[in-house]
């Protein structure tokens, strides 16, 4: 199976802890940053060799958020929003 890709639906994948998530279930919600500006909302994720990249566009723009457990605050699915801190310097 190696380099092949697997394709499963959400509901087909085993569930996981209250504070996990996959990825794909919150794809289209929103970014709020730790001062309530909203960054806009999660268009894709780029994962890369060494972590794996919220894409966010919005109001600022096309932001990279990275995964990380001091990035990300919490996760609200029933107002399918994503609470963010921003890494200092990343959006003015």
Do not use: H
């Amino acid at each position: 199976l190696k380099g092949s890709t697997i394709v499963a639906s959400l509901d087909e994948l085993p569930p996981l802890a209250e504070d996990e998530t996959y990825l794909e279930a919150i794809r289209g919600y929103r970014v709020i940053d730790d001062e309530g500006r909203e960054l806009g909302r999660i268009e894709s994720f780029l994962f890369t060799n060494i972590s794996i990249l919220i894409v966010s566009g919005g109001p600022f723009g096309e932001v990279l958020l990275p995964v990380l457990d001091d990035t990300i605050r919490s996760v609200d699915r029933a107002n399918e929003t994503v609470c963010i801190q921003v890494p200092e310097g990343l959006v003015e």
